[in-house]
């Protein structure tokens, strides 16, 4: 925003203050105020900058929080999970639970003038998103039976069985909606239209200047009436972490999206007027960090050891300390944000003495351990050093190895490695984004977010394929003993329930309402004027 | 004649040069653990062998080594410098788009630093000795010894957080449509910090290069003779000490505008200016082997040819060198 708007919006959210006695700034979501008013320009702050914007093909963090707002998929969640209406108007489950028929809106055009219609819909999710996307491809080979176009604004897919997690995946960065008259027939990933992304979303592609900035503006033909609300947006590129955190001071840009802004600087920047913070906006990802153990062989193959692990790590100091007090300890391997969560498990308390009598207890011949450094920013590294000092507290010998983000990958994903921190998303369902790390199918070399752990247990993979399928009443039991069976064999070491604040100016009005906050939020955002 | 003989025969050295480069840091970048694929696999949260697959096709990856090698060096030599398939977009485009605002904001620093550290030096040597000398050196040695982020982030602190006089980041004011006149001033004011911050250390080792030579040369004999002629003495430090301490910061000079093009990442990070030192640097971070050859490949070019040129400015500034016998 100019510094005119922002010194006019300074003053009127002052005038609002005194004259209702609310709280205004501060660490909580701003009250909405009044009618939405349609203009203004939002700047915000992305790192690290997108490989590329076409969504169906590259799923980067910073690629969903552009794209998200260019494409859609058939449904949008709120904060609690609970599908909404987006480009499915509405949509009816069987009473066996094997059939999802969805109704398609019928007034929507693709950015480039074409109408969207049920053959986008089948060629986006049989053919396209089939066979180039990583987590739509296990959920439609392994459970889908058919798709079928029974309208020309009707779709219906039918199951092998009931998988009651289906109706979490369309969201827009797990099924985006793929122009069929622009992919079908060609080299998807040579497409010379990946440049110039064409979705059905409120914001339409206008230019990236690379190194600097992607620019969208409002899509006058959008199926909302007066929607969005937002003339332009811009997705700034600034590399370091303090220049952005001085760009937000400077009101170069309004938002610093979850991610961009070093944890412990929220708290300063949350002082500031006309500030927000909310740590809400990523309910579907849950991002859930622990430190991942190559049980394979020595002192990690024992239980007992891992256990001891376990007892010794202060995760209290980890939450409140390294992360400035964001986050949530965490217990189990479902987020506590994730359905199916269980908070009748036992706990392993900070207790040095309790880890020292397990470790003894489990023969550690007082063999070094390799721990790898997450190479995502200077509060991973100080993570590992506290997290040292722990193990070192109760005899264990540990070494710090650090390497970038593509030697991490390489090692993890080969599974040349000891120990190493690691956050994964859940996805809204253990049977989406839970199961993948604990099942003995997914031992395969390459992919940092498998079973790089190597753990097997015939139990756990039987718990999770059934409860992936089994009818909804039955699905809490299954997870609740699959839990206690994990909570118990300790593959990995949970930590924290992850939260990534994002820090944006107070008068941009339902700005974060959605389960996945900023990749979805121009359709609704406001600016106050 | 002589001179055009040299230059020619500097430049086809210069191109073996070049091709020896491209060949080693072809090998070198593949030494660092990860390639393209897994990078994008971490960097989306999720990924199954497939998608690595089909990624590592995509990218050529999976073609024996010395293939790679041979295509590769054969392409440049008709300046196709590659694909860069996690980008989409060939290689020689990404640096012609980045390229001149890392020539803008490294040439705007070196014409500062040459200027100002040659105007800071002359002055000092002339006031050897007095508080003004002292400041200038101790000035000088600050700026030497300071890590070039911290000077960028204070003056970031300083001149856009509480004086509000400079923009922080970017190449200019997003959003605000200028054009023309307007927006080469909105570019200059984006300029200003990021070239000041570039250029302060070389501002300091010419400043006192420059101060330690004419110091040297104000005690030669021909200076004496030129006093005791009664030339002007202003006319003296001109035209006899000023001319002749100068070789040596023409070096440095040279040494810096060698760095034209790679020299400037830290800068370039920190002020989020879209140039190629930061396209290099996330190229390596992301291991895109393409673009990194790329940048290697015209870094490379870049010093070859500008030590070549000054060589050539020594012969006019200094007659007494031969080049090219």
Same mark, same amino acid.
Request: net charge negative.
């Given at each position: ?23 205004? +700034? ?16 939002? &700047? ?11 969504? +169906? ?35 009816? !489950? ?7 028929? /969805? ?24 053919? /396209? ?81 690379? +190194? ?17 609300? !937002? ?5 700034? /590129? ?45 309910? !579907? ?21 891992? &256990? ?80 040292? &000092? ?42 989406? +984004? ?81 389960? !996945? ?13 | ?24 840091? @072809? ?174 250390? @070389? ?92 940048? @290697? ?29």
């Amino acid at each position: 925003m100019s510094e005119k708007i922002l010194a006019r919006a300074v003053a009127t959210t002052a005038i609002a203050f005194l004259m209702t006695v609310g709280a205004v +700034g501060s660490v909580h979501h701003a009250q909405a105020q009044g009618e939405p008013t349609r203009g203004g320009t939002v &700047q915000l702050a992305v790192t690290p900058e997108p490989p590329g914007l076409m969504l +169906g093909l590259m799923q980067n963090g910073p690629t969903q929080m552009i794209a998200g707002n260019i494409y859609e998929s058939l449904l949008r969640y709120d904060t609690d999970l609970t599908p909404q209406p987006s480009l499915a108007e509405s949509w009816e !489950i069987s009473d066996d639970e094997l059939t999802y028929t /969805f109704k398609l809106r019928e007034n929507v055009k693709w950015h480039d003038g074409e109408d969207f219609t049920a053959d986008d819909v089948m060629f986006s999710l049989d053919v /396209f998103l089939r066979e180039v996307h990583p987590r739509w491809r296990p959920t439609v080979n392994a459970q889908v039976a058919s798709i079928e176009k029974t309208g020309d604004y009707e779709i219906q897919i039918t199951l092998n069985e009931p998988f009651e997690p289906l109706l979490l995946s369309f969201e827009v960065g797990t099924t985006p909606m793929i122009p069929r008259h622009i992919y079908e027939g060609t080299d998807y990933r040579a497409n010379p239209m990946n440049a110039t992304p064409i979705g059905t979303g409120p914001m339409k592609f206008v230019e990236w200047s690379r +190194g600097s900035y992607v620019h969208l503006q409002r899509f006058e033909d959008y199926y909302l009436d007066n929607q969005p609300y !937002i003339d332009e947006v811009y997705y700034r /590129f600034i590399p370091d972490a303090a220049s952005r955190a001085v760009a937000y001071e400077t009101g170069t840009v309004d938002v610093l999206t979850g991610g961009s802004v070093e944890i412990f600087d929220v708290p300063r920047l949350a002082a500031l007027p006309n500030t927000c913070v909310t740590t809400d906006g990523w309910e !579907i990802f849950s991002p859930h960090a622990w430190v991942a153990l190559n049980v394979r062989e020595g002192a990690l193959a024992e239980k007992s050891f891992r &256990q001891g692990l376990m007892h010794a790590i202060d995760r209290e100091f980890a939450r409140d300390v390294v992360w400035s007090g964001y986050g949530t300890i965490a217990n189990s391997p479902i987020s506590s944000r994730t359905r199916f969560h269980s908070e009748d498990l036992p706990e392993y308390a900070y207790d040095p003495d309790r880890a020292r009598e397990l470790i003894a207890e489990s023969g550690y011949d007082g063999e070094t351990l390799e721990f790898l450094v997450l190479p995502y920013g200077e509060t991973w590294t100080r993570w590992a050093e506290a997290t040292r &000092q722990n193990l070192e507290d109760v005899g264990v010998s540990v070494n710090l190895v650090t390497t970038d983000v593509a030697g991490w990958s390489e090692r993890v994903g080969n599974f040349n490695f000891q120990m190493t921190h690691n956050f994964l998303y859940q996805y809204g369902d253990p049977a989406l +984004g839970v199961s993948r790390s604990y099942v003995s199918t997914n031992i395969v070399e390459g992919n940092p977010f498998s079973n790089v752990m190597g753990y097997a247990n015939e139990e756990v993979d039987r718990l999770f394929a059934e409860a992936a399928n089994a009818p909804a009443e039955e699905r809490p039991a299954l997870y609740q003993e699959v839990q206690e069976i994990l909570v118990d064999e300790l593959p990995v070491l949970w930590m924290v329930e992850m939260d990534f604040p994002t820090v944006y100016r107070c008068d941009l009005q339902d700005f974060i309402t959605t389960a !996945i906050g900023v990749n979805d939020a121009f359709r609704d955002a406001w600016l106050q004027q | 004649m002589h001179l055009l003989r040299f230059i020619g025969g500097r430049l086809i050295k210069g191109v073996i040069v070049l091709i020896a480069i491209a060949t080693l840091n @072809f090998f070198l970048i593949r030494a660092a653990p990860g390639d393209p694929a897994s990078v994008m696999a971490g960097e989306a949260g999720a990924a199954d062998a497939e998608f690595l697959r089909q990624l590592r096709e995509q990218f050529g990856l999976d073609r024996p080594l010395y293939e790679q090698l041979w295509i590769y060096l054969t392409d440049i030599l008709t300046l196709d410098l590659g694909f860069s398939y996690r980008q989409g977009r060939p290689v020689i485009e990404l640096i012609a788009d980045r390229l001149p605002a890392t020539l803008l904001l490294t040439g705007a620093a070196f014409v500062f630093s040459l200027v100002l550290g040659v105007i800071l030096g002359v002055l000092a040597a002339r006031r050897a000795g007095k508080w003004s000398d002292s400041a200038i050196t101790t000035g000088a040695l600050f700026f030497y010894a300071m890590p070039l982020f911290w000077i960028a982030l204070m003056s970031q602190i300083i001149f856009s957080l509480w004086l509000g006089w400079l923009p922080n980041v970017g190449f200019e004011t997003i959003g605000a449509g200028y054009t023309g006149l307007r927006r080469a001033l909105d570019i200059g004011t984006h300029l200003i910090l990021p070239a000041t911050t570039l250029g302060l250390f @070389f501002t300091a080792l010419y400043a006192r290069m420059m101060r330690a030579a004419m110091l040297e040369i104000s005690g030669a004999d021909f200076v004496k003779t030129a006093r005791a002629k009664g030339v002007h003495e202003g006319r003296i430090v001109r035209r006899h000490i000023a001319r002749n301490a100068i070789l040596p910061v023409v070096t440095l000079a040279g040494l810096q505008a060698g760095q034209i093009v790679g020299g400037a990442v830290l800068t370039e990070t920190v002020f989020g200016w879209p140039g190629i030192g930061r396209l290099m640097f996330e190229a390596l971070a992301q291991r895109d082997y393409q673009v990194l050859l790329g940048v @290697f490949f015209v870094s490379s070019a870049m010093v070859v040819l500008f030590n070549l040129i000054t060589d050539v400015v020594y012969r006019v500034a200094d007659p007494r060198i031969e080049v090219g016998r």
